[in-house]
């Protein structure tokens, strides 16, 4: 009897031991396989693409077999679902000293993956790799690094901020142009708010949107809220900003009530049924959204508001910015062992013909300056580019992630508030108070 | 083994017929109320999901509960838009296996537990406790670390393989279905064992030819938890695994992502993609359900 | 009164005396395995080496990275230092300083409060749905399976669902506006506490079912047609024979749950998202958006070494208490 048990749990194990084994298969290597050129394989991280998966794919084998012929290399690419899931890519990655060799990284995380060191240092050499800095839009620079000689990033695609509005519902109020300042903003929409009509979509529950608008208009009066290692939250500029911010549910009433739970999608689905008149913050990527509701053919983009809150006209330390500098990055990792593959690798892909096609299959924006010249005839993207061209770059520290945390969360505690109705102007200089202090033993903090 | 499955089927027949008023635990009545209860109570958030799968992704972005358009083309785009196939066969074989490993050697080791006394004993089982309250953030980048250190320094790849997957999650299961076991092992009668005892049986012929058949029950719930446990892990998962091994869960993951700006997430793919990654686990709970019933050793003991 | 209340008594025979002998191997406790033979157990040798594989995968896999985590959370690992993070400096007890200036202890209680109350609620639902299935009838196994299907699906799902359901003009205030009343609410303020508890019950009851189930298993037909001749109705049968029963496993079952909804972070993040409203800033959120989001590993590492021990204290007094860890002779020992 106890012949047959041992037999079974041998074969148990066994069988254990071959399906695990068998499992092993699915490993690849972290770096090329050693010898020649021709045998490796370079890594690549990009964002996973929902909204066109089959171009996306298409994309990436197109621009596989290019890699191929031009080196004889292969790419794997890897994709992450949410931006926490890159965050934490990128720490395994530089922790352990193995990852992958290219990352795209948003531009809002780019200080963050600077601060690690763990990322290829740009020098003139380098740039002569890429193609020169000559081939990129200026502004698209600006958050490639710290200054012009700690850069990290080079600017892969662009994802200005721009604003949505109905146009037939702005042509029956009699409004000609959109928005040029927030002031005048604030008045077009309290002219779109009637019946079952609102002037404005906001997304107050989103956990990316509320920090861009206080930013925005914050920076357009002269006040970069990260000014160097000081924090500058509890500046008159910020409240102001808030109290606009806040003011379009609480005073104004141009806003949906239910906003106090919308995310961006839900406000972009609300923009999309037609009766919204403006659309407060949003991308050209929303298009393929818009086009599918009932605002189809009626709607356009236009440039968010460049003028503070409560002036006319900006102010002399004012910035003219149109959007944050928002697209994606792309970071060549230290410890890869396949650096000049990438510097290839991410000079193919900046490329003027590339950059086209990208635009062409997934409605990105390039950040190369000559197909982004080539694009400004389609009427569509005149605003949207022009946003870009006018975009301003975040304070570029590694602190700045929990700025953005700060700030935000000023917005989310806020919303109890705001679905009352009110909020006094104590309850803001004490959130405020809160960010302050939390941005400022961020900042004191940072290297 | 003979001793019990002779008297199984005879249990259950007589359960149903002559005692079968005996066994009823509750009154008919208060049972179907109850019943109901509990399934509507499950149902309604399921058929928001079921109605969501069939809308549009921009229908369920604005919130809507009944679909204005019915359309099943979410079924259809999901196995493009993620790698949603590949994903679940990788589940499947990943958690299958973490399944049928944890209740072995959580049985085997919760027999040593409750059946023999050491020194040491009682700190072991409530270590195994302790080891449940340790939260997956915490561990994250030291247990990274840790399998990275092996790739470096022994050469042993277990990032992005499915067998280190593998190792992770029977390590985190071990403690919850070796405690399952130690609690329903308390219960079941010595004798038998006894009497193999007394024949010349070893520990592993006792272990399982006698334990392992009577514990049944408490082994497919502890399987049951420990597939469940890798199945719906998405921290670990999306840092151990790369492209060709990701679980299913991590696939799911990438309908739920939004990028900054607009791009609306795919809701209805996403409530699809969640009811096709239920498929399996349901399946497999069909199929081993019937073996959770009662009435094991009563007729075998006499 | 033991703990699992088995009807039957172990013959004593041989196995007493083998114990007696056993317990009085004093000294250190590792190398139990070796221990045993070594000590000549007279008249059958404990199989201490079927410890081994779970023991060496649990040392290896979840000791270890334990150690390192406690390091980490000496030292000032954070985005500037994770790259040599063996050179990182040591600050010894700075984190653990700050950890408790950061709220911590205000999102433990939310967290076990929250758990408590989750897994206090589910227990009826759980008990009711397993002695619901327990008798077979036809579409059972159906049942059966719907009763699952809440804890089949992934957290983030469920979470993205009940967020839908629970806007301002979602589903949920539609149906309470139509009963009369006002939601209000769900996911700010002060009933987002509420809000996540209502959905971690409604996620998590299938594992006190569960393990139920199982228990229910052990109970002999002899133990309901005895109970049945006693000529008791059903509620005094239920209430002194069945249940007590299921006493240890549901305790387990409580105990485990109750760690799984302390723990549980991803239905919180989906739900509120972060930063998330000071109301629900439960612990496992707090730890995770110091770790990932703002970069912070020591701190987070000192945050939930500081968690484990404030929840593992209880839990072994709990343990003691409700001797779930004794054995079935234990008390004579």
């Keep these: 009897m106890s012949f047959r048990t041992m037999r079974s749990v041998v074969a148990l194990a066994g069988a254990i031991a071959v399906t695990a084994a068998l499992g092993g298969c699915g490993g690849g290597d972290d770096d090329g396989g050693g010898g020649s050129g021709a045998g490796k394989t370079l890594n690549v991280l990009i964002a996973a693409n929902t909204q066109y998966p ?126 040029a300042t927030w002031d005048e903003l604030t008045q077009h929409a309290k002219q779109l708010t009637k019946a079952d009509q609102y002037g404005l979509a906001v997304a107050y529950k989103d956990n990316f949107d509320p920090w861009k608008f206080i930013w925005q208009m914050a920076v357009q009066a002269g006040n970069p809220i990260a000014d160097g290692k000081t924090a500058r939250i509890t500046d008159p500029t910020v409240k102001k900003a808030y109290q606009t911010y806040f003011g379009w549910m609480t005073n104004d009433k141009v806003v949906d009530p239910a906003a106090v739970g919308w995310t961006n999608s839900q406000a972009i689905a ?122 301003v770059a975040t304070p570029f520290t590694g602190a700045w992630a929990d700025v953005q945390l700060a700030l935000t969360n000023a917005v989310v505690q806020s919303i109890p508030d705001l679905a009352k109705g009110s909020i006094t102007d104590a309850q803001i200089d004490s959130r405020l108070a809160t960010a302050q202090k939390a941005a400022q033993s961020a900042l004191d903090r940072a290297k | 083994m003979t001793l019990s499955t002779a008297a199984r089927p005879d249990r259950r027949r007589a359960g149903r017929t002559a005692a079968g008023e005996a066994n009823r635990l509750l009154p008919r009545p208060l049972l179907a109320v109850l019943t109901v209860g509990l399934c509507a109570l499950v149902l309604v958030p399921i058929s928001y999901i079921l109605l969501a799968s069939l809308n549009t992704d921009v229908g369920v972005a604005s919130g809507e509960f009944w679909p204005s358009t019915f359309s099943g083309t979410s079924y259809t785009k999901i196995w493009t838009t993620a790698d949603l196939s590949t994903g679940i066969l990788n589940s499947v074989i990943v958690c ?159 309908f739920g992502s939004s990028q900054e700006g607009g791009a609306l997430p795919v809701y209805s793919q996403m409530m699809a993609a969640a009811l096709i990654c239920a498929v399996p686990v349901v399946l497999l709970y069909l199929g081993f359900q019937r073996y959770l019933v009662g009435g094991l050793t009563a007729g075998g003991v006499k | 009164m033991t703990d699992d209340g088995t009807p039957f008594r172990p013959a004593a025979s041989g196995s007493a005396a083998t114990l007696a002998a056993d317990r009085d191997a004093a000294g250190p406790e590792p190398d139990r395995g070796h221990r045993g033979r070594r000590r ?95 008798n077979p009838y036809r579409g059972r196994a159906l049942v059966r399976t719907v009763f699952l299907i809440p804890y089949v699906l992934p957290s983030f799902v469920v979470a993205t669902v009940w967020r839908t359901m629970l806007q301002p003009d979602g589903i949920v205030n539609a149906l309470v506006a139509k009963a009369g009343g006002d939601g209000g609410l769900w996911l700010s303020g002060p009933n987002s506490y509420w809000t996540l508890v209502l959905v971690e019950i409604w996620a998590a009851w299938p594992f006190i079912y569960l393990l139920a189930l199982a228990a229910l298993q052990s109970v002999d037909a002899e133990v309901h047609e005895a109970s049945a001749i006693d000529g008791a109705s059903w509620w005094p049968k239920l209430w002194r024979v069945i249940l007590p029963y299921l006493r240890g496993p549901v305790l387990l079952a409580c105990l485990l749950a109750t760690l799984n909804h302390i723990n549980n972070f991803s239905l919180p993040f989906v739900l509120f998202g972060a930063p998330a409203p000071d109301d629900v800033n439960v612990m496992p959120m707090l730890v995770y958006v110091t770790s990932f989001q703002s970069l912070r590993f020591g701190l987070s590492a000192a945050m939930a070494v500081v968690s484990l021990i404030l929840i593992a204290i209880p839990l072994f007094a709990y343990l003691r208490a409700v001797r779930l860890d004794v054995h079935e002779d234990g008390g004579k020992r």
């Design chain 1, 54 to 179: 089959q171009e996306a794919q298409a994309w990436q084998k197109s621009i596989a077999d290019k890699f191929k012929t031009q080196t004889g290399a292969n790419i794997t690419w890897e994709t992450f679902a949410t931006a926490n899931e890159e965050l934490t890519k990128i720490q395994t990655s530089v922790v352990s000293g193995s990852g992958p060799d290219v990352y795209a990284v948003g531009t809002t995380f780019t200080p963050t993956a600077f601060s690690t060191k763990a990322f290829v240092s740009l020098g003139d050499e380098e740039w002569k790799k890429l193609g020169g800095k000559d081939k990129f839009i200026p502004s698209s620079l600006g958050i490639s690094g710290p200054d012009d000689q700690n850069q990290v990033g080079i600017p892969w695609v662009g994802r200005p901020f721009v604003m949505a509005y109905n146009t037939d519902l702005l042509k029956a109020a009699g409004i000609a142009k959109p928005a």
């Design chain 1, 270 to 391: 609300a923009f999309a049924k037609g009766k919204t008149g403006y659309m407060a913050l949003t991308s050209a990527l929303s298009a393929k959204a818009l086009d599918a509701g009932a605002v189809q053919g009626k709607y356009a983009y236009a440039l968010l508001p460049t003028v503070p809150p409560g002036a006319t006209s900006r102010p002399g330390n004012g910035v003219e910015a149109a959007s944050i500098l928002s697209g994606d990055n792309l970071l060549i990792a230290d410890y890869s062992k396949n650096k000049d593959l990438a510097f290839q690798f991410v000079k193919l892909i900046t490329d003027n013909d590339a950059q086209l096609e990208l635009y062409k299959s997934l409605g990105q924006l390039p950040a190369n300056a000559t197909a982004a010249q080539s694009l400004q005839s389609d009427p569509k993207l005149v605003e949207v580019l022009n946003a870009q061209r006018k975009s």
């Design chain 2, 96 to 254: 299958g296996l973490v399944a049928v490993a944890s209740a072995l050697l959580g049985t085997t080791t919760a027999y040593v537990l409750v059946r023999y006394t050491f020194f040491g004993r009682l700190t072991i089982l409530r270590g195994l406790v302790g080891l449940q309250s340790i939260p997956g953030t915490l561990m994250l980048l030291p247990v990274f670390v840790l399998f990275s250190s092996a790739g470096n320094y022994l050469g042993l790849t277990v990032i992005g393989t499915r067998w280190g997957l593998f190792v992770a999650y029977l390590t985190f299961a071990l403690p919850f279905s070796t405690w399952v076991m130690v609690t329903y092992l308390r219960g079941l009668p010595r004798e038998l064992e006894e009497a193999a005892r007394t024949d010349g049986a070893s520990t592993l012929v006792i272990l399982f030819r006698i334990v392992f058949p009577l514990s049944l029950p408490a082994i497919v719930v502890s399987g049951i938890f420990a597939f469940l446990l890798g199945w719906n892990d998405v921290l670990f998962a999306s840092v151990l695994t790369r492209p060709e091994t990701q679980t299913a869960a991590v696939a799911l993951q990438v």
């Design chain 3, 40 to 134: 000549g157990v007279t008249q059958q040798q404990r199989p201490l080496w079927l410890l081994t594989p779970g023991g060496v995968l649990m040392t290896l896999v979840i000791l270890v990275p334990l150690l390192l985590a406690s390091y980490l959370s000496l030292i000032d690992l954070d985005q500037y230092t994770l790259r040599r993070w063996v050179e990182a400096p040591f600050i010894g007890v700075q984190n653990y300083v700050e950890s408790f200036e950061s709220g911590l202890l205000h999102a433990v209680w939310i967290s076990v409060s929250f758990s408590v109350i989750s897994t206090v609620a589910t227990v009826p639902l759980g008990i009711a749905a397993a002695l619901v299935t327990q």
